[in-house]
């Protein structure tokens, strides 16, 4: 089976670049793909993506290295079943909460007698290999997102989960559940301490700790703070921010 | 009818700021939409984009105060109608290279007597209003791609063409017929020299002229040397090169 | 953020006719937007369309006045915060027929702390406005279908859930579910009082009611009897009976 | 081969009433499919509706027995081929002003040696039958739009090419050509005579008539008048109207 | 109502053989209709099938005989209905596993009082008929897959829920809960046994019996054993089978 | 530049087993790929397939290493441009009947000052590679279909034009032109001796020869007399027969 360079990335010792894709688009999915990212994730939570765009996506990633992650919209088998079955290598799971989300979750990415994946991976054969069903449980990483007060309240009863590989904090809801307005670049003391106490977790329970991040400069403090996967924004906010710049320079002397 | 920004711009002495879409999306559509540009050009020669996605990134872009124009894939007289049709304000046409081929292009953007567009502008409209036909010979704009050698030995026989507004260098396209490899910020002097003679031509037939920029900084320039029109590379190229920029400095540590 | 314009009808005293998609296309959607609607929904449920369909015809819809709202196809927090996401100004649930439901739904349109909605409203953004976040709570319509006996038995306890702002009678599954065919203009005693009880319940607890309608006459009359917000068919209904109507006067003579 | 409706239509005596399809949805098209027509058209040229979508909307009116024409946006061989091999029984093709132009049309829906039509009728195969080389240049209808000043100077040319089966008057566009407004009930006397100067040399020459209306009455008065083919607006026009009858009746006491 | 061919087939005695569609588009599946099926199952779960693909897949079905099925991703009622609303007569249910999920799935599929289905069956209507609500109880088909050890468990409350009309075999998960690797054409004992017992007990319950082949000679071995329904693999196996063996054949002599 | 297969196989003196794509999917298009073709051609001439669907299908293609081809629909410089620029390595171009067509054809597909392709190969350069621009015009192949008695009579003119890498014979319309029913496996001696008659005069001229064929068997034979580069019938037919036969399999005892 094609291996997952997220996994060889963490086993090398090293950190995750992540691209995050909220646009619908093969090409733009493919554009990024052609750029220096380990892994690229496809929003189909806050992106305008659905299932059939998505596996677009998936397909232009799958012409390039970077390994094909996705979100999914809410912790739900029959979605996340069916972006394992297109080939995504692994899931970001929104809003988990407590135990037996995440054992849902989890259990919804594996193939028994782990877990209750149902068995027909069209395009994960295509794309992992005919090996696929031997490895896929080794191979497929699952990230949870702990981005609620209630989350926080169960921390260690989540990442005790059993197949879990890695957490993924979600800076937005996080803060909103605290109290603070959302933001990617947080600093409330309560949302700070928060993450700190997440990344500390995750890391004791021998889990990997990923979060989004509003740019490289971003992600540059978090590889340093010790997360092990960052997301650089998306797609759109590169997109609108690289427009930005490039209309006020064009401007300048208007 | 409702106005198309581009002549107001230039009614007022302004230089317009153009956006460009190679993306097949109506979500980076609406978000380009969302920038500062006078107007946005959805471009259907080398973009990968075709009438369907065409016809939603109109509509993307229709939500905001952008001109919504086009670049069409080649001097045909079908898909030109049918931009204009979809509500398109205004035509790039490429490869306009002698009197006949320029008479082609602006006729099948004006109805009779002046041309020999067909009516019926459906979405065209819902855009512009329902006094469409009363105006639009006046408000839809053509602009006539100069970029092969071609051309500037015909420029001044396609330049008196009557309803032509502008011309619009394709810098790739123009270095390439020089016997240059194709860039968009030349310096070798048979493509510096044939830009500047464009330029000049265009203004003394009293048509506005056009060109393709490698960005902002890019375009300034072009202002400053007398262009009025300016478009900044494309979404693609927006996005490729700030996802670099991005990645870059999230390895800053690594 | 941009106003609800259900929301200012509804201060002012007025009644909101709203449109009805069923045909997933943006170009339809479009042509609807142009029509005198206060509001236009997408109907997820019984309607031809997905998300990537209603997302276009969100577009579509925001290129004019008329507030976009959806139906969803069930009470499921992922489509519901994706259709929010996406810019849809308000959700129409369909069988809401206990609190407990009434209140997922409800929370799902909610930031917390008075629901539990994720943030990420990428497309809310763009056409809500930058401060999104500050307003959908107060700004996003939250419609509950009251639909089956069930329902009318819980109806009290569905109405007291805070955060609900109106009540949305499906009439074809109450008239199935009180033992008659499915009609959109019921003339069974056990239809029309539970018809009633609802509006009266609705208004009881200060909530506003809404229900769907064959038609503009049987609009008329329910505006007469007191409902707030009433919906005209579909388009698809309207165009097949605008074509049959059409058909039979070409055929007069034949 | 599935005989052509049209056709027995007209060799029985009788009208052929007309749908026409400009917003680009198959659910439309199936609905429109479920009404009385007689034969249905695909506009590729004014309608919203690109290849993809014409094939979507040629197997949903294949549901049924109504026969499915286009219109193709221009006298170009490809798509016309295109259409005619995805099952299209007949094709209008607009702006037919000269013999050549006929000749060029005809021709690119005929086998060889009458005309030049490429083999290969994948769709057309399913759709016609086994036996659809046989019998498809008998079967495949050709009307040529009379539209300009210039295709009433050359009617009798125009007429004459063998293989045409009718002609198809373009009422706006004719208007336009001849100094008038563009309108699907002409007054002008200009525009009147030249309608009935087309429909009795289309007669003379053997050929059937056919002409756009705004709708079933006009489409009654032009049967009258003597036409075998008549249009009916289209679906979205059908859709407007419908709509804002129905919005007016609903606010009657607002 | 159109009458259901499965249920036609299945009171004359006979066997239903039944098509598997996984590839998204419109054009294979009206292939696979022109093909001798009895019914053709459009597949959401692990086919790469979305509802919007979908959908145009059962129009593409719908102009010939074949009666159009679908298996849903998931026991979720939302889209259950939406497929049944969509025109499908019939739907496969994966993983039930209980006589709750059981119940639950069937109740999706009826209107009350026997189920809970909303009503609104907009392209029902088109394919069904203008009795739809009528017939549609006993029309539309429920197979309820049987698939895991914890279903062989339940087996008995499974198929004594009423309404339940079928139930069918998941070879692949059926194997892999069972502790052995996935296969159509399982050997091990205990996955046969298991089969065995499923037909047995469907037969005795006087429901019929479905499952999944490998192929034609896979289904004639299935229908000696008993077996009701068989599905020939999926449009993608047989095309790659194909594929296959045409290249062997060409480079024969290479 | 990456290298183009079919150019390498021939270079080492092999025969190219080339795949052909009707069906307008991108998964179909992956499962194609993932044979043992040297290359795959999208149709957009008979197939069911646009720009936007070919645009999908090569990036499907670009995931494995098959050379990606295309057949245009006609020979027009817009569409072949448009689809070399989406990373088309190749074009099969119809009805190429004399010099001037294949002049037309060539020039398309190649920079100044070999011929007039306009630069902004946007995903060429992704698929490609950065100094696509050097290599273009040595890399992408143009084959030129011969399927006209017109194109016999001219077949020493159209196999001399500089930059022609190869001729393609259309069998359906070359036995069309030649008075024939189509056929892909044609018996009648004009046909057979054209065949023969191409295939020598392509050698003589140092091109290479292509021709479609019914299947692999068939390709063998070709092969043989001397074919370099064959086409297995196509993705839709072979999947139709796979079903015929797996249908009749599985009826066998019925």
Not at 19 to 27: M, T
Not at 97 to 115: I, K, L, T
Not at 189 to 209: M, Q, R, S, Y
Not at 230 to 236: F, K, V
Request: charged residues 15%.
């Amino acid at each position: 089976m094609r291996e997952n360079a997220v996994k060889r990335v963490w086993a090398a010792g090293g950190k995750v670049v992540n691209g995050w894709l909220a646009i619908p688009a093969g090409y733009s999915a493919e554009v990024m793909a052609h750029q220096a990212f380990d892994s690229i994730t496809v929003d189909l939570q806050h992106g305008l993506v659905d299932y059939g765009a998505a596996v677009h996506m998936l397909q232009a990633i799958s012409t390039r290295a970077a390994t094909p992650l996705v979100r999914v919209p809410w912790n739900e088998p029959g979605l996340i079943m069916k972006m394992l079955d297109a080939g995504a290598y692994g899931v970001i799971c929104p809003m988990v909460n407590d135990r037996a989300a995440c054992e849902a979750f989890v259990g919804a990415c594996r193939y028994a007698p782990v877990g209750y994946r149902s068995y027909g991976p069209l395009r994960g054969l295509l794309y992992g290999g005919a090996d696929y069903y031997a490895h896929a449980n080794d191979t497929i990483l699952t990230l949870a997102m702990i981005e609620t007060a209630e989350a926080l309240d169960n921390l260690a009863d989540i990442l005790s989960v059993p197949g879990l590989d890695a957490i993924y904090v979600g800076l937005g809801d996080l803060s909103v559940s605290l109290g603070c307005p959302p933001t990617l670049d947080p600093t409330e003391p309560v949302v700070v301490d928060a993450i700190a106490a997440v990344l500390a977790a995750a890391h004791d329970h021998g889990l990997k700790a990923g979060i989004h991040c509003s740019g490289g400069a971003g992600a540059a403090g978090r590889f340093a703070q010790g997360f092990d996967f960052c997301s650089l924004a998306n797609d759109a906010r590169l997109l609108a921010a690289a427009a930005k710049a490039e209309i006020a320079a064009a401007r300048v002397d208007c």
